[in-house]
């Protein structure tokens, strides 16, 4: 009654070889996709991570602080802000260039960026003071210097890139303050030190309640 033929089946069998393949090709087609987008989310979480971790360790440690008398004639104040520091432990290198400090007192709130005002060694200090119009030298409102205390494994400065690395922090408060005097006595800094990737330490300073016997640029401790 009913006749098979031989050409019907042929055609239905490449029909469904045809499907089959293309089925085959879109599954290895998502699971590339798939197998991609795990890798981008990979990259992406270590990325971050690496990022929280850098921000945790990669900062710099106050050792100690001191700060220098000025004896203005009508009074004494502290005109220099003077910080030890060091790699915190597990820190990679922190670069001074890329460094900077929230600086906050009583009257005054500043970033501060680093200017580079140390001989070639880079363990002498050159101009702290305002610069002046047209000079390349000194500092201005919103900048610190430092200098370093021991950098004798290399000529990184102002690199800190061991765990033996000391550099000194100084900070010139009359020009931060824009006045003849720096911070009284008895008056508190907040500093925020920052480094580029975002890890941080704060300190407070506190000026000592009187100087009375201090002369000028003796060294106070805060």
Request: proline share 2%.
């Amino acid at each position: 009654m009913f006749e098979e033929n031989d050409a019907d089946r042929g055609q239905v069998g490449i029909g469904t070889l045809i499907v089959f393949i293309a089925m085959v090709l879109v599954a290895a087609i998502a699971a590339g996709v798939l197998v991609n987008t795990a890798g981008f989310l990979q990259a992406t979480a270590e990325d971050a991570g690496q990022e929280s971790v850098d921000k945790v360790t990669n900062r710099l440690d106050v050792v100690s602080q001191h700060g220098l008398v000025n004896d203005y004639g009508d009074g004494k104040a502290v005109d220099s802000l003077n910080l030890t520091v060091r790699l915190a432990a597990g820190s990679g290198s922190v670069s001074l260039d890329t460094t900077t400090i929230k600086y906050v007192s009583d009257g005054t709130a500043r970033n501060l960026v680093y200017n580079n005002e140390t001989g070639p060694d880079g363990e002498s200090l050159l101009n702290v003071s305002q610069s002046k119009d047209g000079s390349a030298r000194g500092l201005n409102a919103t900048e610190f210097t430092a200098y370093a205390l021991d950098d004798s494994d290399d000529s990184s400065f102002p690199v800190l890139n061991g765990q033996a690395d000391r550099f000194e922090i100084v900070i010139n408060t009359t020009v931060v303050e824009q006045n003849d005097q720096g911070i009284s006595t008895g008056d508190t800094v907040e500093l925020d030190i920052t480094s580029r990737s975002g890890g941080s330490s704060q300190i407070i300073l506190t000026m000592p309640q009187q100087l009375a016997g201090q002369g000028d640029d003796d060294p106070v401790p805060l």
